[in-house]
């Protein structure tokens, strides 16, 4: 028996998003902006398709649904499909879609909490014409990481046996864009955990934008999804993420075994309380130029091998 939790949104008119890296401009900026034109549909029936069963869920107000099911079949540790469809009113399939989920490894060495923007891919979220220029006119195929970030993550991962979430402010209109990323670049692949979906040109300007207290809510889930889970966290020091890192370390400090933050901003510092804080707990917190520093702390510590 598995329990597995499931979720989604139904969208109207919102085409299959296919990015070459020799596209125009002018087409990765009429893409972009489709992504957040698209228009939710509510109160849609959705039947979810595992092997041979079938569960039915309906979507809230903004076109989401959710759902955790308890299946009889056995999925080993790993990615696995699941199919979603919708009906008519005389039970008649009118569109499907498949995704997939995670049955993460029973005993894994830890699991890893990071960001996307400036910490994976670069971004230049305090800069916001840099920011548009790049959302604009560049599409997954054409955007780079830092440096080093993929085999990082490649070593963390420990080829799957230990999870990665990742925690980011892009909202869920910016999936497709971040799959085929992570695809491209070699990332491993991991759940996403996005900001809910929105809709407007305002809303693509300033994507990303926020308080961000909906990653320390989050990283609760994930707290208390996995209670006997530790985590390294991962961020930059462009938004909160020192600060959300701090929060999460009163409330679990015996469950994070590193934080380390990506240095973004030239001049700004890391708040004294929160450095005394880490270093009370004996948690490190390490502020970091490139990627090959926290690779090093990694290896040192043992968790990751080349």
């Known amino acids: 028996m598995n329990r597995i939790y499931l979720k989604g949104q139904v ?63 056995s999925f080993e540790e790993g990615w696995h499909t699941a199919r979603f469809s919708i009906c008519d009113s005389e039970g008649v399939e009118q569109c499907s879609r498949s995704g997939k989920f995670l049955i993460k490894n029973e005993t894994p060495q830890f699991g890893v909490i990071s960001d996307i923007d400036d910490t994976i891919l670069v971004s230049h979220a305090t800069q916001l014409f840099r920011k548009i220029r790049l959302i604009m006119t560049k599409n997954s195929k054409t955007r780079l990481p830092f440096e080093g970030v993929a085999e990082f993550y490649q070593q963390l991962s420990h080829e799957g046996k230990n999870p ?45 934008g926020g308080s961000h207290q909906h990653k320390l809510q ?43 933050i990506r240095k973004i901003k030239k001049h700004d510092a890391i708040d004294p309380v929160v450095i005394a804080d880490f270093e009370k707990y004996k948690v490190p917190l390490l502020l970091i130029k490139d990627t090959s520093e926290a690779e090093a702390h990694a290896k040192a510590q043992g968790w990751v091998h080349s």
């Open 218 to 260: 989050k990283i609760r889930r994930l707290m208390d999804l996995y209670p006997n889970m530790h985590f390294i966290l991962i961020g930059d020091n462009g938004q909160l993420d020192p600060l959300i890192y701090h929060k999460a370390l009163i409330e679990f400090k015996e469950r994070i075994k590193t934080v380390y």
């Open 11 to 73: 969208l109207e008119d919102r085409p299959d998003f296919i990015s070459e890296a020799d596209d125009k401009k002018r087409k990765n900026f009429k893409v972009m902006l489709a992504r957040y034109l698209s228009t939710p549909l509510p109160e849609e029936k959705v039947d979810i398709h595992l092997n041979d069963e079938t569960f039915t869920v309906h979507c809230d107000e903004l076109g989401y649904f959710s759902k955790w099911v308890t299946t009889k079949s």
């Open 164 to 208: 990665l979430f990742y925690v980011s402010s892009s909202e869920w209109n910016l999936y497709d864009f971040l799959d085929d990323f992570f695809k491209v670049r070699n990332i491993p692949k991991g759940p996403f955990l996005l900001q809910e979906f929105k809709s407007g040109i305002k809303d693509l300007l300033f994507t990303g």
